[in-house]
């Protein structure tokens, strides 16, 4: 079977798309350089090549609409295994196509990525609901993630926009990589070792704001205290807020 | 910090906790001049208690202490209680401080009556004002108006407050005079009318001027408590129904009665909260208003109540067979809205596809479409003919509402906001 390996950026994928077409071949798996390969494969590497990439994307744009490649954008970051070939398989569909195929859900592919999309959409909601900041001693507000798909990226204008005013930082313990955000401007971060505990997610104490254990107090009494034990529905609690989840919030 | 502070949220987050809204929804406002918080524009719940409800923002009272004698009500007069009172100051630090963290959305406050309508609810405006002006706060703030509430104090509140409610809480006056008898409808619907005129005088100024302030730009919403007097769906919707044709009404909520004050004789003595009640009447709210459906056709004289067993739309459909089945390639949208088993995605992925050809009803599967249900009500060429007319609605009745008993427990409360 003929693998192609890229670097694991969309632009990458994007020109990998390119090759496809400039080569007149059909890959059976895209994948990135760090997947294991069986032995005996052919090999195709791509070189992430920006014009390359911005072919793609302006053919795309004559066939479909914007929203539908920023649709295939988001899919993309469900790092889904293959989810490259559903996407080239798209890509493709579109590009012969004499009308856009973007609301034909009567396609499989099309189907597939409007499920998954949904399902990128939902994760990052589910961040944005469920990061909990703690106030460190000198006035940054620090949170650990772990969302099964790559969304912190799609959270960055919503946290800047919201808690404009406080140094911030959210940390995704899975790809070890963060967002910091400094007052003026957000950008990437990574460490060696984050400063917490990777099992809960807390910030050590000494390292904590003076009021930050009394509030995180206050809010598990909350919690406590405006739910109507009558009422009671565990499951109802575990549908909405997923399990995995738990790991990182204060009250669980 | 203050000690204090523990007791006070611990009582009055308690004495709040009954009141089912609370929607963070409909209002959009950005962050201005890097202040704190910008407003979503739709509901974010940060955290869902035990009984799986949605906590989006700190509903909590300014005081639980109350010179009324409500009488589905905790912090009536008569009970025996812990009470307490927070500051102004405490409330506006814990909202900053639990909204800095992500915990929440905003600040949904209410309160019990301390000498009269206008003195509480200054007090409550100024817990606003303060988290606007002084804090520069963009977040959420829900603020549930007093009954009996001056005109001066409405206008005030919706300067600062993205939503105001006035609740209801008797689906009709002579329930309300029996069991509250010291509300009655006009010192619900005079402020509820006065909020409508602030928000309507607003719209226009804005259409004027780029800059008119504010006036509870998310609208109002109230609440009515289900199965407390002996008033029928027909009555509760038909109120909700009209309740929603004016516009700045965004949502009414219905909330299962819970027998707290079991020593008071006029209130039955339910064991159980009418969870199920409540569901299907949250199920014939959305029919209402995303389904296109008039009150009239949900409930009325001659089918006064809900059915338990099953869900209002189903209910309609088995009632009115000659409208089925419907041909999914060529029907419009608000009767493929109708389909039982048919939701509102699922609509429009329908009306969306079937341009690029006919739909399967593998298809219609894949699209979410719940063919155990749909398969009575809809054809498309290629289903054998085994619709509600050759099996009956009646024996339909029972085939479909057995197979939803095993299910009975997810009948619990899902709140939609
Ligand atoms: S006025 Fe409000 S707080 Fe007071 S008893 Fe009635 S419902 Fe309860």
């Known amino acids: 079977m003929l693998y192609y390996l890229y670097d694991g950026t969309f632009e990458g994928f994007l020109t990998a798309v390119f090759d496809v077409y400039y080569r007149k071949e059909i890959p059976g798996r895209i994948v990135t350089a760090e997947t294991a390969l069986p032995l005996f494969t052919d090999i195709h590497n791509v070189i992430t090549a920006k014009d390359k990439a911005e072919r793609v994307f302006q053919g795309l744009q004559k066939k479909i609409s914007q929203s539908a490649i920023h649709m295939l954008y988001i899919c993309y970051l469900s790092e889904i295994q293959d989810i490259e070939r559903i996407l080239l398989r798209y890509i493709q569909k579109a590009l012969t196509s004499p009308v856009s195929i973007e609301i034909n859900f009567a396609d499989d592919d099309v189907l597939t990525l409007s499920k998954i999309y949904k399902k990128v959409l939902n994760e990052r909601t589910h961040l944005v609901q469920f990061v909990r900041f703690q106030k460190t001693a000198d006035g940054m507000y620090f949170a650990l993630t772990d969302p099964v798909y790559n969304v912190l990226p799609l959270c960055a204008d919503f946290f800047q926009d919201r808690y404009a005013d406080q140094q911030w930082l959210i940390y995704d313990s899975r790809r070890n990589f963060g967002l910091y955000y400094d007052l003026t401007e957000t950008e990437i971060v990574r460490f060696e070792h984050p400063p917490v505990d990777l099992k809960t997610g807390s910030i050590v104490r000494e390292q904590q704001d003076d009021d930050e254990k009394a509030f995180q107090d206050l809010w598990k009494e909350y919690l406590q205290s405006i739910t109507i034990q009558s009422r009671k529905n565990l499951r109802l609690q575990r549908q909405f807020m997923p399990q995995r989840f738990w790991k990182y919030l204060i009250e669980k | ?335 493929i809205l109708r389909i039982p088993g048919v939701g509102v995605k699922s609509a429009q992925l329908i009306i969306a596809s079937r341009k690029f050809g006919r739909l399967t009803s593998e298809n219609l599967r894949k699209m979410g479409v719940v063919m155990k249900r749909a398969k009575y009500f809809i054809t498309c060429h290629e289903l054998p003919a085994y619709t509600i007319h050759e099996v009956s609605p009646e024996r339909l009745r029972q085939l479909l509402t057995l197979s939803a008993k095993k299910k009975k427990d997810d009948k619990q409360l899902i709140i939609h906001f």
């Not at chain 2, 939503?163 to 209801?168: E, M, P, Q, T, V």
């Not at chain 2, 909020?195 to 998310?218: M, N, T, V, W, Y």
């Not at chain 2, 965004?250 to 009640?277: E, M």
């Open chain 2, 1 to 335: 910090m203050n000690p204090q502070i523990f007791e006070k949220l611990k009582i009055l987050a308690e004495a709040a906790k009954y009141d089912i809204s609370c929607s963070s929804s409909g209002a959009s406002r950005p962050n201005t001049e890097k202040g704190i918080g910008s407003a979503a524009g739709w509901g974010i719940c940060h955290s869902f208690t035990e009984d799986g409800r949605c906590v989006s923002l700190l509903k909590i009272m300014l005081t639980n202490h109350c010179i009324y004698d409500c009488g589905y009500c905790v912090n009536r007069r008569s009970n025996d209680i812990p009470r307490t009172t927070f500051s102004v100051s405490e409330l506006v630090e814990l909202t900053i401080e639990f909204y800095r963290r992500n915990y929440i959305e905003g600040l949904f406050l209410s309160s019990g009556v301390v000498r009269n309508a206008d003195y509480t609810m200054e007090r409550m405006v100024r817990v606003a004002k303060d988290l606007r002006t002084i804090h520069r706060y963009n977040g959420y703030i829900h603020l549930k108006s007093i009954p009996g509430v001056s005109r001066e104090l409405v206008a005030e509140a919706g300067l600062y407050a993205d939503r105001l409610s006035c609740n209801i809480e008797l689906p009709s006056e002579q329930s309300l005079r029996l069991i509250a008898p010291d509300k009655d409808y006009q010192s619900v619907f005079r402020p509820m009318h006065y909020i409508q005129q602030g928000f309507l005088e607003s719209k226009e100024e804005k259409k004027k001027f780029r800059h008119a302030s504010h006036f509870a730009p998310a609208g109002q919403s109230t609440q009515m408590i289900i199965g407390v007097s002996p008033d029928d769906d027909n009555r509760i919707l038909h109120l909700a129904y009209a309740m929603y044709q004016r516009p700045a009404m965004k949502r009414v909520y219905y909330s299962g009665y819970i027998h707290i004050n079991t020593y008071d004789s006029r209130l039955p003595a339910l064991s159980a909260p009418p969870l199920v009640r409540e569901n299907r009447l949250y199920q014939a709210d959305w029919l209402m208003r995303f389904y296109h459906f008039k009150v009239d056709e949900i409930v009325n004289e001659t089918h006064p109540n809900l059915e338990l067993e099953m869900d209002p739309k189903l209910s309609w459909a088995l009632r009115n067979p000659h409208c089925f089945p419907v041909d999914v390639n060529t029907a419009d949208y608000e009767m």
